[in-house]
Nanobody, 121 residues
Framework: QVQLVESGGGLVRTGGSLRLSCAAS????????MAWFRQAQGKEREFVAA????????WYADSVRGRFTISRDNTEKAGYLQMNGLKPEDTAVYYC??????????????WGQGTQVTVSS
């Protein structure tokens, strides 16, 4: 069993930065692909980024590639999403996830509760 808790969301102006954190509990966290998804109001949840269990491989949605960076620290049982160059369209609830598979095809087994990111224009 893995539990995920996100933090770091907030209100930021266009062009600003935020760093989301995902704290994990459970012995098996390091064996899972970790990912971030987001859901804007009135829209479906969408894939943002993923990182392999080792941290060596990363995948990004086209909309965030070059602006966001995903990483993880298995020793600390934590994952991160550094978001730079934020745009109003990045406004959403961001969810941490752990599962199997690669990239956007990850089969999510565990979800966090979400953290709100709001980007003002």
């Amino acid at each position: 069993q893995v539990q995920l808790v996100e933090s770091g969301g907030g209100l930021v102006r266009t062009g600003g930065s935020l760093r989301l954190s995902c704290a994990a509990s459970g012995r098996t966290f390091s064996s899972y692909t970790m990912a971030w998804f987001r859901q804007a109001q009135g829209k479906e949840r969408e894939f943002v980024a993923a990182v392999s269990w080792s941290g060596e491989l990363t995948w990004y949605a086209d909309s965030v590639r070059g602006r966001f960076t995903i990483s993880r620290d298995n020793t600390e049982k934590a994952g991160y999403l550094q978001m730079n160059g934020l745009k109003p369209e990045d406004t959403a609830v961001y969810y941490c996830a752990a599962g199997t598979g690669v990239g956007a095809t990850i089969s999510v087994k565990y979800w966090g509760q979400g953290t709100q990111v709001t980007v003002s224009s």
